[in-house]
């Protein structure tokens, strides 16, 4: 196969298997660390710490197990920009419905 | 004028002849894999916003209905989701080495953790069906049986099962994706059972776990939202 030169991307992320365990293990602890701290009472931060959580499990999926992390910039970008967009999406509706009642704008 | 060579090489098979190597057929495919999981982003993710404006509305309804879910089901079913994901990350490694019989392996692994979870899932909507959970006229609207405040105004009741319309459709949408994937599977061990997955060739492979990863994502989001609200009180 002496004509296939360029096969950067095939073969640069060949990651050693220990790579994959050591994320599967953290993601084990992660999972009970954050049914764990459902039962703490933290008061307003319950939420917060339980979305940071799943924020960390979620980046080490699609880091390692994806593989973003040794793929094309491009990836980056797009897989980048999905949620770029989502939180856009999540942030202006959550700042929408929950600000309306601040102002007391008659008729509205 | 002269005409320009064409190029006499003895290319590889699966190399579609619109690119210029498999690395670059490799590479399309990747992006165009990311580019499919983009879209997949946007459509859970109105979802999940019109979950979380819900929720907020009214915590009481939602903490009520979240209540009902087993959060030890919920848990193992969680490790068997991420357990999946970790076989078919070894899948892919072992198309990545070019071992066929580890790739069926990891893939025949991968989708017994999917049975697992589907039949986990059912079980725990049989539950909610014997529990007048369902969404629609047979939703209970007994206070105590939902585990609701005596005092709490009616909407509240409505937004309760506003919480199981989320559930249902959320982990519905979920598991039909796991489904697709189950199938998905299959026909990569077929392929990989007739030794079509080389260290120079694996892309659908990789695809399919791209795909088989944010179905599992998802569930890593899906899992802390429904099952676990305001469990410390």
Redesign the interface.
């Known amino acids: 196969?002496n004509?296939?030169?360029?096969?950067?991307?095939?073969?640069d992320?060949?990651?050693p298997?220990s790579a994959?365990?050591k994320?599967?293990a953290w993601?084990?602890a992660f999972?009970l660390l954050?049914?764990g701290a459902?039962?703490?009472?933290?008061g307003r931060l319950?939420f917060p710490v339980?979305?940071l959580?799943?924020v960390i499990?979620?980046v080490m999926?699609?880091l390692?197990?994806?593989?973003v992390k040794y793929?094309?910039k491009?990836?980056w970008i797009?897989?980048g920009?999905?949620?770029l967009?989502?939180l856009l999406?999540?942030v202006f509706?959550?700042n929408d419905?929950?600000t309306r009642d601040l102002l007391h704008i008659p008729g509205k | 004028m002269s005409i320009a060579e064409p190029r006499v090489?003895?290319?590889?098979a699966q190399l579609a002849h619109h690119f210029?190597?498999?690395?670059?057929q490799?590479?399309s495919a990747?992006?165009g894999m990311?580019?499919f999981?983009?879209?997949e982003?946007?459509f859970f993710?109105?979802l999940?916003?019109a979950f979380?404006?819900y929720r907020?509305?009214d915590p009481v309804a939602f903490a009520a209905g979240s209540h009902h879910l087993s959060?030890l089901w919920g848990?193992i079913n969680?490790?068997v989701l991420?357990?999946s994901?970790?076989t078919?990350?070894?899948a892919i490694?072992a198309g990545?080495?070019g071992e066929p019989k580890k790739q069926v392996r990891y893939l025949l692994l991968t989708m017994l953790m999917a049975t697992i979870f589907l039949g986990v899932k059912a079980s725990e909507y049989y539950e909610d069906y014997e529990k007048h959970l369902i969404p629609g006229p047979s939703f209970t609207t007994d206070l105590k049986e939902l585990g609701l405040p005596t005092d709490v105004p009616e909407h509240t009741v409505q937004h309760t099962q506003m919480f199981f319309v989320f559930y249902f459709f959320m982990t519905g949408l979920h598991a039909f994706h796991m489904v697709i994937g189950l199938g998905v599977m299959a026909w990569m061990v077929l392929l990989a059972r007739k030794g079509r997955f080389t260290?120079?060739y694996?892309t659908p492979l990789?695809c399919t776990?791209?795909y088989w990863?944010?179905v599992?994502?998802v569930w890593?989001?899906l899992f802390?939202l429904l099952y676990?609200i305001?469990?410390?009180?």
């Open positions: 196969m004509n296939q030169s360029d096969h950067t991307a095939l073969h992320h060949l990651l298997l994959y365990f994320v599967y993601l084990m999972l954050t049914v459902a039962y703490v009472d933290l319950n339980t979305m959580i799943a499990k979620g999926i699609m390692i197990f994806m593989h793929s094309h491009l990836v797009f897989a920009a999905s949620f967009w989502l999406l999540i509706s959550l419905y929950f | 090489e003895h290319h590889p210029e190597d498999l690395g670059q490799h590479e990747n992006l990311w580019t999981l983009a879209t982003v946007m993710g109105g999940f916003g979380c404006i907020f509305t959060v848990t969680t490790f991420l357990t994901s970790l078919m990350a070894l490694h990545q080495t260290r120079d694996y990789e776990g791209l990863h944010f599992d994502l890593v989001f802390p676990l305001d469990l410390h009180k």
